[in-house]
């Protein structure tokens, strides 16, 4: 709730108006937020926020780990640090996607780690005969996928 005083030419307080707004759903909604961000902090797998450019604008502790860059020393630079030089048609490839608006399927693709390996990499997920696996290859616990999402449950 907010209250105001409403002062006279004589700087009195003649009267106040109080304000009060339900504010239920912004804090469930800000509560979701916060929820879906500590899902991603403390993921293990790499989840790279980038800007329709190639920007890194974020970088998780599970991208921390695979790359071995520390957030702050990515943060602002080219995703193409990460793509060897034969593959930096598929940055404008994925971006493309995004822009027109179009779901970018699972693909596996080579990108380089801080030391210059090369290294696999699974994006995001891919499903292997029962199991989902990460972009590490690890098998996942089973989850339940939403109707018509191509899955079945428990898999």
Request: hydrophobic share 35%; glycine share 10%; net charge negative.
């Amino acid at each position: 709730m907010t209250i105001t005083p409403i002062r006279d030419s004589c700087v009195d307080i003649v009267r106040y108006i109080a304000l009060k707004q339900d504010v239920t759903e912004r804090r469930a909604a800000e509560e979701s937020q916060r929820l879906l961000a500590a899902i991603v902090v403390s993921s293990d797998d790499a989840t790279i926020g980038k800007t329709l450019d190639g920007t890194i604008q974020s970088w998780n502790n599970g991208a921390e780990a695979i790359y071995g860059y520390h957030a702050h020393e990515v943060i602002g630079k080219s995703i193409l640090i990460l793509l060897p030089l034969g593959r930096h048609d598929e940055l404008t490839d994925i971006l493309g996607n995004v822009m027109a608006g179009e779901s970018r399927s699972h693909f596996e693709t080579i990108r380089l780690t801080k030391e210059g390996l090369e290294s696999m990499f699974r994006s995001p997920f891919l499903r292997s005969g029962t199991t989902w696996e990460s972009s590490w290859g690890r098998p996942l616990p089973p989850v339940t996928l939403p109707k018509g999402s191509g899955g079945a449950s428990g898999t």
